[in-house]
């Protein structure tokens, strides 16, 4: 199957979108950043009686925080994104695709149902991408320059 | 596998005919199979038309890379000496996994201290799908694009992933 094809009729579950991670509403920036920075995400969100009223990432952080000189204590509903565009597990990848690349983001909240089930990230859809063309993307040529300089065992 | 010239039937993965010296390893290369894979495997990392680089030098302060990221709506700065040679990678991950809630005074830091040393890049005439390797196994959101060994551009995986829904839409 073609990937223009693929784009339109696979859905965005296929992509296996990572768990969100997320934090209330009343907690704090710098709890924020401790549990991206401890779960290796670029991005949080952020809940308010189990709804989702915001996301926080990296961008956020440096535009909102750093570079206005803000403390880590203030708490996260001032300096997030509110109302986050989300897509739904159902939807097809392309139109995950289009919705990033118009509103420049890197992530997009997977909601079903009102309930946060993952987030899908432009790396995760390219690493798709890496995976449809295995033979190209993953068969690169011999690096010449490669020499084992020492006997294997010596 | 049969040698196209002369016929003999050599050994699977053999690189070289047994019987005429035929080179066999053409015979294994991948072929593409659609206009998304040819792009791919043919064009250079400089169809991307990747963006000039915003460089700084090592010393400058964390505070001025941050005003200079937000100015520049970027994500990565290239950190290069007095001569333009690449030193390092300067990203919004070095903000959040070095510097946020760890250090208080921007202006007192320098971005030497906390940039990602040496990193990954390519060179302009690489093949789109070497850049995608690179992106997909290194798990990087930008390459320094490298021409001649100096830094003549940045690709992001946003240019990467725009390029290939962009053939596909064709």
């Given at each position: 199957?073609?990937?223009?094809?693929?784009?339109?009729?696979?859905?965005?579950?296929?992509?296996?979108?990572?768990?969100?991670?997320?934090?209330?509403?009343?907690?704090?920036?710098?709890?924020?950043?401790?549990?991206?920075?401890?779960?290796?995400?670029?991005?949080?969100?952020?809940?308010?009686?189990?709804?989702?009223?915001?996301?926080?990432?990296?961008?956020?952080?440096?535009?909102?925080?750093?570079?206005?000189?803000?403390?880590?204590?203030?708490?996260?509903?001032?300096?997030?994104?509110?109302?986050?565009?989300a897509?739904h597990?159902?939807?097809?990848?392309?139109?995950?695709?289009?919705?990033?690349?118009?509103?420049?983001?890197?992530?997009?909240p997977v909601m079903d149902?009102g309930k946060p089930?993952?987030?899908?990230?432009?790396?995760?859809?390219?690493?798709?991408?890496?995976?449809?063309?295995?033979?190209?993307?993953?068969?690169?040529?011999?690096?010449?320059?490669?020499?084992?300089?020492?006997?294997?065992?010596? | 596998?049969?040698?196209?010239?002369?016929?003999?039937?050599?050994?699977?993965?053999?690189?070289?005919?047994?019987?005429?010296?035929?080179?066999?390893?053409?015979?294994?290369?991948?072929?593409?199979?659609?206009?998304?894979?040819?792009?791919?495997?043919?064009?250079?990392?400089?169809?991307?038309?990747?963006?000039?680089?915003?460089?700084?030098?090592?010393?400058?302060?964390?505070?001025?890379?941050?005003?200079?990221?937000?100015?520049?709506?970027?994500?990565?700065?290239?950190?290069?000496?007095?001569?333009?040679?690449?030193?390092?990678?300067?990203?919004?991950?070095?903000?959040?996994?070095?510097?946020?809630?760890?250090?208080?005074?921007?202006?007192?830091?320098?971005?030497?201290?906390?940039?990602?040393?040496?990193?990954?890049?390519?060179?302009?005439?690489?093949?789109?799908?070497?850049?995608?390797?690179?992106?997909?196994?290194?798990?990087?959101?930008?390459?320094?694009?490298?021409?001649?060994?100096?830094?003549?551009?940045?690709?992001?995986?946003?240019?990467?992933?725009?390029?290939?829904?962009?053939?596909?839409?064709?």
């Amino acid at each position: 199957m073609d990937l223009a094809r693929i784009l339109k009729v696979e859905s965005v579950s296929r992509l296996q979108p990572t768990p969100p991670r997320m934090v209330q509403a009343s907690q704090a920036v710098g709890d924020a950043v401790a549990l991206m920075r401890q779960q290796e995400v670029g991005c949080v969100l952020v809940c308010q009686e189990n709804t989702v009223v915001g996301i926080f990432t990296e961008r956020d952080l440096l535009r909102r925080i750093l570079a206005l000189g803000k403390p880590l204590t203030l708490p996260i509903v001032h300096c997030m994104t509110p109302r986050p565009v989300a897509v739904h597990p159902k939807d097809s990848i392309g139109s995950a695709v289009r919705l990033m690349e118009e509103g420049g983001y890197r992530h997009l909240p997977v909601m079903d149902g009102g309930k946060p089930v993952g987030i899908l990230s432009v790396k995760r859809i390219v690493h798709y991408l890496a995976e449809h063309f295995p033979s190209t993307v993953y068969n690169l040529p011999p690096d010449p320059s490669a020499v084992q300089h020492e006997r294997e065992g010596a | 596998m049969i040698c196209p010239t002369c016929g003999w039937d050599n050994l699977p993965g053999s690189e070289e005919c047994g019987h005429c010296q035929q080179d066999l390893t053409p015979l294994d290369r991948p072929l593409p199979q659609d206009r998304v894979e040819r792009s791919l495997m043919e064009d250079p990392v400089s169809a991307l038309g990747p963006k000039p680089p915003v460089t700084i030098a090592a010393d400058t302060t964390v505070a001025e890379a941050v005003q200079t990221m937000l100015a520049r709506h970027i994500g990565a700065l290239l950190v290069v000496d007095s001569c333009g040679g690449l030193l390092g990678i300067f990203s919004e991950r070095d903000l959040l996994t070095k510097v946020a809630g760890l250090h208080e005074d921007l202006a007192g830091l320098t971005v030497g201290d906390f940039m990602t040393r040496a990193p990954d890049s390519v060179a302009d005439d690489d093949t789109l799908a070497f850049a995608l390797h690179k992106m997909d196994g290194g798990g990087y959101r930008h390459l320094p694009v490298l021409s001649n060994g100096q830094p003549s551009g940045v690709i992001s995986v946003r240019d990467l992933l725009q390029h290939i829904t962009r053939l596909c839409q064709e």
